[in-house]
Nanobody, 114 residues
Framework: RVLLAESGGDSVQAGGSLRLSCAAA????????MSWYHQSPGKERENIAS???????SYLDSVKGRFTMSQDYDKNTVYLQMNNLTVGDTGMYYC????????WGQGTLVVVSN
């Protein structure tokens, strides 16, 4: 059963923007922090953005000022607005409900080219 579904990945030119979405299944509600992870080809998955249960957000330094994570409670969806994309942002993007029994989405692919 798919609990989280990412979408919005695409191929873009460097300097462009994308908005990724992560929609939870209808009866699924994450009660912990929600996060976005990035996995570059051949590298480990890395936490790049999180929203805590109090609504505060945090970012990896490499994306701070370029990426913004937000949450729409009515739509049970989190977003990742990505601006000024670079080739280094290429890879798979996953959302995750954190916690002891955390769960992942299947990922969406972003390709940034010069």
């Amino acid at each position: 059963r798919v609990l989280l579904a990412e979408s919005g990945g695409d191929s873009v030119q460097a300097g462009g923007s994308l908005r990724l979405s992560c929609a939870a299944a209808k009866d699924v509600h994450c009660r912990n922090d929600m996060s976005w992870y990035h996995q570059s080809p051949g590298k480990e998955r890395e936490n790049i953005a999180s929203i805590a249960t109090d609504g505060s957000d945090s970012y990896l330094d490499s994306v701070k000022g370029r990426f913004t994570m937000s949450q729409d409670y009515d739509k049970n969806t989190v977003y990742l607005q990505m601006n000024n994309l670079t080739v280094g942002d290429t890879g798979m993007y996953y959302c995750k409900c954190e916690g002891l029994y955390g769960y992942w989405g299947q990922g969406t692919l972003v390709v940034v080219s010069n």
